[in-house]
């Protein structure tokens, strides 16, 4: 009866042991993952980095530009002020009726 007894101890130590050694793996494995998501988030940072600090240096340079710049609102093409490069090619060439009338 006790040798039987000794046995299920044993048995019972061994499964103990051996869930031990599954949460120790398990835990590894885990600390390993966060190790590896912790240099892929570090990583992304220092390369999405210069890049931000770029887009801010373009931003800054460009923000004055608004107060610089005067900006005349957009005419379309059919407006009587809007001249085409055809029509002033047209008008510069020798013989042209328009050039004719205002010589």
Known sequence: ????????????????QDIQDEIRKSTTDMRREMNINRTLHE?????EQP?????????????GL????????H????SSEHISENKINKDLE???EENNQRS
Do not use: V, Y
Request: charged letters at 30%; proline letters at 8%; a positive charge.
């Open 94 to 96: 020798p013989g042209s």
């Open 75 to 78: 005419k379309p093409a059919g």
């Open 43 to 47: 990583t992304k940072q220092q390369i």
């Open 51 to 63: 890049f931000e600090e770029f887009s801010r240096d373009i931003r800054s340079s460009t923000d």
């Open 1 to 16: 009866m006790s040798r039987t007894l000794g046995r299920g101890i044993r048995q019972i130590r061994d499964a103990s």
């Open 66 to 73: 608004d107060e610089n710049i005067p900006i005349s609102p």
